[in-house]
Antibody, heavy 119, light 106 residues
Framework: EVQLLESGGGLVQSGGSLRLSCAAS????????MSWVRQAPGKGLEWVSA????????YYADSVKGRFTISRDNSKNTLYLQMNSLRAGDTAIYYC????????????WGLGTMVTVSS | SYDLTQPLSVSVALGQTASITCGGN??????VHWYQQKPGQAPVLVIY???NRPSGIPERFSGSNSGNTATLTISRAQAGDEADYYC?????????FGTGTKVTVL
């Protein structure tokens, strides 16, 4: 069964850092690009960052560029998101998502992990 | 940046047809994907590449895309279709989501 399981969320003060992890199983992890998508409480979906299967290419939303870093360890089937200089506006559920190989859609999603930034 | 506009809400009577629009500049030239999100759950892909259904998605869900508008259609609406729906495209090295539409089944 294809599965994504996020961890690492929690409560952090404004200006602090947090690292999220996403453990993948049930598919050949290094064959697929992966992404992080977030959702603030009561709000819509917002794409955060994406990374190619090899890890050689990374993409960021303007709202997190320079503060967040996406990475992956294909030997551990794990995706990461290092979040620095956190702000109240970063408070959200963070979802890990698998990107389909043939088209630019998120075909598998994790359950999400909550990040709360207190001011 | 590329913007995708959806109606805030759509209501549909049980068993009838609901149409959810997604407006964007020349969106017909892009691949549009649609997600369903029920309260407290992660999103689920229901339509990819304008009009294709992933395995396990009922035939009642269909999509189209032309000009400046993409449309998700839910036929024979059921109570279980109540959810938020989001369109999404890839543009200029970014993934873009629509503003989201809440579908209520009456």
């Amino acid at each position: 069964e294809v599965q994504l399981l996020e961890s690492g969320g929690g409560l952090v003060q404004s200006g602090g850092s947090l690292r999220l992890s996403c453990a993948a199983s049930g598919f050949t992890f290094n064959n697929y690009a992966m992404s992080w998508v977030r959702q603030a409480p009561g709000k819509g979906l917002e794409w955060v960052s994406a990374i190619s299967g090899s890890g050689g290419s990374t993409y960021y939303a303007d709202s997190v560029k320079g503060r967040f870093t996406i990475s992956r360890d294909n030997s551990k089937n794990t995706l990461y998101l290092q979040m620095n200089s956190l702000r109240a506006g970063d408070t959200a559920i963070y979802y890990c998502a698998k990107i389909h190989s043939d088209y630019s859609a998120f075909d598998i999603w994790g359950l999400g992990t909550m990040v709360t930034v207190s001011s | 940046s590329y913007d995708l506009t959806q109606p805030l809400s759509v209501s549909v009577a049980l068993g009838q047809t609901a149409s959810i629009t997604c407006g964007g500049n020349n969106i017909g030239s892009k691949n549009v994907h649609w997600y369903q999100q029920k309260p407290g759950q992660a999103p689920v892909l229901v339509i990819y590449r304008d009009s294709n259904r992933p395995s396990g998605i009922p035939e009642r869900f269909s999509g189209s895309n032309s000009g400046n508008t993409a449309t998700l259609t839910i036929s024979r609406a059921q109570a279980g279709d109540e959810a938020d729906y989001y369109c999404q495209v890839w543009d200029s090295s970014s993934y873009v989501f629509g503003t989201g539409t809440k579908v209520t089944v009456l």
